[in-house]
């Protein structure tokens, strides 16, 4: 602990006015500071004693709570926008037939289209991935500063984790909605166009 201020008064100024005195101790285990408490009010009992471990333990927990809370918003944001990345593919997937008909009819193979369609979404996740963490990296950081007034310090190997995750998964979503595009032939394509 330390002072947040002080005041220097001349000697001699202060000396009857009432004063007190803190001292700070620490212990081995709560036994052995149910033991010291014990014995210092027994002998003094105009002393009060506070555990300042407990007091810690229960800003501890009420910060944990907070952190719980926002990990579960942020998951919540996450899931969420899962969903709308993967509506937005599935809305997205006429035009998907329509370019994979356009591909075949000039000659392009499935494997060319896989491979097209993979880098297409892969990039689109990635793209999604960096925005959301950069806003989110954003967000903390002005929250930390501005609001805590505590320095920041992202953990960049779960973010990079994270970014690879949705990336995976937006690419992974894609393919598996491209698989019935490559399926359909291209003259069927145009005649129900037609």
């Given at each position: 602990m330390q002072p947040s201020f002080l005041v220097l008064f001349p000697a001699g100024s202060l000396e009857q006015a009432p004063q007190f005195y803190v001292l700070l101790t620490r212990t081995g285990s709560t036994a052995a500071l149910a033991r010291v408490q014990q014995d210092l009010l027994r002998q003094f009992p105009?002393?009060?004693?506070?555990?300042?471990?407990l007091i810690l333990q229960t800003i501890e927990d009420i910060l944990g709570k907070?952190?719980?809370?926002?990990r579960f918003m942020a998951g919540f944001s996450i899931l969420t926008g899962l969903l709308v990345l993967s509506s937005s593919v599935v809305i997205s997937r006429y035009q998907r037939v329509r370019e994979s008909v356009l591909l075949r009819t000039l000659g392009a193979s499935r494997a060319q289209?896989?491979?097209i369609t993979l880098v297409e979404y892969a990039l689109l996740g990635l793209l999604a991935a960096l925005a959301g963490i950069g806003l989110a990296v954003l967000a903390a950081w002005a929250l930390a500063v501005w609001v805590f007034e505590v320095g920041f310090g992202p953990?960049?190997?779960?973010?990079l984790g994270l970014a690879g995750v949705v990336t995976v998964l937006?690419?992974?979503?894609?393919?598996?909605?491209?698989?019935?595009?490559?399926?359909?032939?291209?003259?069927?394509?145009?005649?129900?166009e037609g």
């Open positions: 105009n002393v009060s004693a506070i555990d300042l471990g907070i952190s719980f809370v926002i289209i896989m491979r953990a960049l190997l779960p973010l937006t690419a992974g979503i894609g393919l598996l909605n491209s698989r019935d595009v490559l399926r359909r032939s291209p003259l069927e394509v145009l005649r129900a």
